[in-house]
């Protein structure tokens, strides 16, 4: 299909956003690209050269490809976090099925197809009641193929409505499709559910004659003014969470306030669901000495290179966030002691060359408040800076 070979771009708070597309854990290098220790601390490729290594210097043909492709792909153009995203496809989902019957109920062309739009109508209020209870829960990388089952639906009601007329009232709806994708996916994300939408309209226009005139029924008035109602709930809702936003503009993850959301609800699941929960204070090495050499456009940028580098090496669900300069809180909700300090080991590992980070990692405990949890973290990460940075340190369980 189109769409499987897509990174999509819906950037979540919680570092599994769609920048990295279908997740893997090795994305880097599964794109061919340069990892670790290949890249200096601004990012840049290095290859060795008289012994030493140095900054690859690209081809300008070769430069613009691959920036035109990495626009295509960059994150999305406003912070919105995942749980948002839901919230809007979960309200489309709704809405686009309640208007449906709803036409059904009043008066309505003969020439719709009623058993495939009563079937179509009835089950999207119950997937977008779905997509709202899990919108904690989904991958991010789940809503570009939720949002091509929608335009499936769509292409189908509009099928089934037997009339040029009804057709092209219908197609509205093509515009929550067209909306959603410019509001959370990445410009190459936009461009496959443009061109998907394009095709289903083209298919569907082909099956009907514009010659149809029949009269004005309260069927096409109902679908305009639900669609118009929805998109205006949508951007305010958009609206609400920009003023609230909890992404730090730099680097692209969660900021303090989004982090203490984040670890309030893995505290909540691991109380009632499942204990294991560890949670890490990282530190950049020696990062005011980059800041004073470099400059602070130097510093900003180690930080999002390291960002980039460590959020796909985390799991689906795990978060990542800064709280302020250098410092990065990492939360790993279910996941036993073992795996988390895998998990810790190879974020330590995955820094650009010239660049080291240390890292305090707890384990929570029955008690533990949130404020607990990271003052034991912190401990372990002076502990990581007294033994000789570029380390990993455990706080005590005792």
């Not at 030493?52 to 070769?62: E, F």
């Not at 034991?376 to 369980?397: F, P």
Request: with cysteine; aromatic share 8%.
């Amino acid at each position: 299909m189109l769409v499987s070979g897509v990174q999509f771009g819906l950037e979540a708070t919680d570092g599994q956003g769609m920048t990295d597309g279908f997740p893997t854990g090795e994305a880097s290098a599964a794109r061919g690209g340069p990892t670790g220790s290949s890249l200096d601390w601004r990012g840049r490729p290095l290859v060795p050269r008289s012994g030493r290594l140095r900054p690859t210097v690209a081809s300008p043909t070769r430069t613009g490809l691959r920036g035109l492709w990495n626009w295509l792909r960059r994150s999305r153009p406003f912070p919105y976090p995942r749980q948002v995203a839901g919230t809007a496809m979960a309200l489309f989902f709704v809405i686009g099925g309640l208007t449906t019957l709803l036409t059904l109920a009043l008066p309505h062309p003969s020439s719709l197809h009623v058993p495939i739009m009563v079937t179509l109508g009835s089950i999207a209020p119950f997937a977008g009641l779905a997509v709202y209870l899990l919108r904690h829960r989904l991958p991010s990388s789940a809503y570009p193929w939720l949002l091509v089952s929608g335009t499936i639906i769509v292409t189908v009601l509009t099928a089934a409505t037997g009339g040029y007329a009804e057709m092209t009232t219908f197609s509205f709806f093509y515009i929550w499709i067209v909306l959603y994708a410019v509001l959370f996916f990445t410009p190459l994300g936009v461009a496959v559910h443009v061109a998907l939408v394009m095709v289903g309209y083209w298919v569907i226009s082909a099956l009907y004659d514009n010659s149809d005139t029949d009269k004005l029924t309260p069927f096409g008035p109902v679908i305009l003014v639900s669609i118009i109602a929805t998109t205006s709930v949508v951007f305010s809702i958009l609206a609400r969470a920009r003023e609230a936003s909890e992404i730090d503009p730099l680097t692209g993850v969660a900021n303090r306030r989004g982090l203490d959301r984040t670890l309030d609800m893995a505290l909540q699941f691991a109380e009632r669901i499942d204990p294991l929960l560890n949670v890490a204070m990282i530190d950049v090495d020696h990062f005011k000495t980059i800041n004073d050499e470099n400059g602070h456009a130097a510093g900003d940028q180690v930080l999002e290179n390291l960002t980039t580098a460590w959020r796909p090496l985390l799991r689906p669900g795990d978060s990542i966030g800064r709280r302020g300069g250098d410092e990065f809180l990492v939360v790993l909700p279910g996941c036993a002691v073992a795996d988390a300090a895998a998990i810790l080991e190879r974020l330590r590992s995955a820094t650009p060359a010239q660049v080291t980070c240390s890292i305090g990692a707890a384990h929570w405990c029955a008690g533990d408040s949130a404020s607990m949890l990271v003052s034991k973290a912190d401990v372990a990460l002076y502990q990581a800076k007294r033994r000789g940075r570029n380390r990993v340190a455990w706080a005590s369980t005792d």
